[in-house]
Every structure is written in C-alpha cells, then in structure tokens.
C-alpha cells in the first residue's frame, strides 16, 4: 500500500514525449515565440514603423546637406547682399550710385564671387582650407576693386576702399569653420535625444511590464502553474524581451545611421560600431532597472524618471568617485574614445574594462534583485489590476 502511495518522479525530457520539466532553453524558446509574436501583428505593424522612421526624418530634416551649409556658411554666399550693404553706405553718405552703376556693379560682384566659389575648397573642416578661402576673399575684393575704379568717382572709390577693409577684418576675425559645425544637429539627435532619453526610456517601457502586463490581463497564474520558478519565469522573460528590444533599436540605430549616411556625416563608419557595442551595453541595463522598478510599483515608468533626475542628471555630474553609480557615465567614458563624439561633449576618457564591465554589473543587480522581490512578494489581485 505504501508503493502505491509514493509518486513516480516526473519523466524526464525524452524523444516523443512531451516534457513536463522543459529545459532553460526549451522555456526560454516558448517564451520568445510569445514576446516577438505579440508584439509584432499586424494591426501593430503601422505604429512600430511610423516610430521608427519618426527620428530618421527629424534628423534628415534638421541636418544640412554638405552643399546647402557650404553656400550658407561660405564667405562667396551673397554676393547681392554685400552690393546692398555698400550701397547702403553710400547713400547714407548722399553718394548714391546711378542705375547703371548699379547694374554694372551687380554684374561685377556676382561674377567675381562666383569665381571664387568655384575655386573655394568646399570641406568643411580644416583649418588650412579656411585660411585658403580667407586668401581667396581677399584674391576677389582685389579683383573687384580694380573694376570697379572706372566706374565711380573717388568719393565713392575711397568709400569702397573702407567697405573693402571693413570685410577683409570680418573675415579674418570669422571663426574657423569645425568639422562638426554641419553635423551638430545629427549629433545631439543620435546622443541626447536617442541614446541618452529614448533608449533608456523605452527599455523600461518594455520591462517594467513583465509581471504587471500578465496581471492586467489575468494570465500570471496560468504562467504560474508551469513547471518553473518565479525566478526562473522573470529571468526568461526579461530574457526574450531584451532580446526583442535588440533586434528593435538595432534596427532603429541603423536607419539612423543611414540618414546620417545621406546627410554625407563624415567618419560613421568609425563611430558606427562603437556606438552599436555601447548600445549592446545599455539595453541589458536599462531593462534589468525596469525589470526592478516593475516590480516595486505600478508606477514604474514614473519611479524609472525620478531615478534618473537624481542618480543620472544628479549623482552622476558629481566630480567625484560618487558618479560611478551613474550608467551614464560609463557609456559616455566608453563614447568618448570617438573624436566626433569628444571634439562635441568634451567627455572624460576612463578606462574601457570599467565601462563595459560596469553595465554588467548593473544588469545582474538589478535582474537580482527583480527576481528576489517576484520570488517573496505576494500580489493582490484586485489591488493590482488597478491603475
């Protein structure tokens, strides 16, 4: 009677037989299946590809194209403009010019200008190039004035003489032209806005409802009664789901990219795989605090930005040790090794096994810690699915 009584182990995993005790690997597939498959319908689809081409299109929008910043930004952009302003100053002088001085004029600024448009370097960064182009400036006011002698008298030619000089001093008291002048707005859209607020925002979006999500919709006690832990359940699902915001913000990184790309940005080809590896980083991180932050509060994504006003806006622009429990600082000590990226933000360079071993650390801790609180903490139906 006692043999009887006494239970047979559950089977273990064997061919042609269903596995009541699934591997790490075989739960962690089904899991997978459920998170991109949920995630990705069709009636998702429109909203998932308007948001990842919102930022591509801010970027591609606010960045200027070479040849655009090279006409605005050159000393040869407005020719007709710099005729009005010595006109001006000769009417103000009740020197005026006649119309057909006014006219040949014209003729003669557009036609010097533009041939030393043509002969200006067009980069848009050396400093070399921009002591070239000064040369050049003064090269066509040279050759502009001595067409215009015979056709004014000499109050209006000496007039012209101090306009001459008044723009030769502009000129060299222009600042050089930085390679990074152009690029700036693409720049703070892939750092400031993309990688510092809508990444870390957007992993704990995606984690912070790994328990809540199946608590509104009444399913966390059918998961429950698998055959795995809480722990191991909360493990696999932060799993697949950063697994699935990989995949997504890579996708997101390299339209980005591309815009960036189009928009003739020099050296992503360098910065590009730095970028992707600090990237690889962050989101494991950023997930595991909203993994945690899920399971303090319902009011995760609010407790997610009060953490970062205080620890990463405040802890972390601390200039002492004190800052190195600020993620960010990590991933901006791993960025500044790009010279884009330094010659903008002017950011301190540590030490690299610090800044990729400290993300890591991050992510283990506060997974841990997630899991800890899922394992012991009962929840309130009815407490819980209200928000």
Known sequence: MADLLQHPPPPALTRGRLALRPSFLGALRGIWLLTWRSQLTWRQAPMLVVGLLVLPVLIF?????????SRGRSLFAAPQLQLGEFAGRL???????????EAQLRR???????????????????????????EQFRACYARIR??????????????????????????????????????????????????FVILPLKCVKGCGGLIRDELQADTLGFLLTRPLSRARLLVLKYLAQTAWLQLLLLLQTALVFATGWLRQVPDLASLFPLFLAAQLLAVPAWAALGAFLGQISQRYFAMALVYGFIVEMGIGRIPTNINTLSLLRHLKSLLSHNPALQGIYDWPAR??????????????????????????KEYHHTAEMQK
């Open 61 to 69: 929008m606010t960045t200027p194209s070479s040849e655009a910043w």
């Open 91 to 101: 009417r103000a002088s009740r020197l005026p010019l006649q119309p057909g001085q």
């Open 108 to 134: 003669i600024f557009t036609e010097e200008f533009e041939r030393a448009r043509k002969d200006s370097p067009h980069t848009e960064a050396a400093v070399s190039n921009s002591d070239r182009e000064r």
């Open 146 to 195: 001595e067409r215009v002698k015979p056709l004014v008298d000499e109050r209006q030619f000496a007039r012209f003489e101090n306009f001459e000089r008044h723009k030769l001093l502009e000129a060299e008291r222009r600042p050089h032209q930085l390679l990074w002048t152009r690029t700036g707005a693409f720049y703070h859209w892939l750092i400031d806005f993309y990688f």
């Open 351 to 376: 030490g690299v096994p610090l800044s990729v071993a400290a993300p890591a650390i991050a992510a283990a801790l506060f997974l841990g810690l997630a899991a800890l609180l899922f394992t012991c």
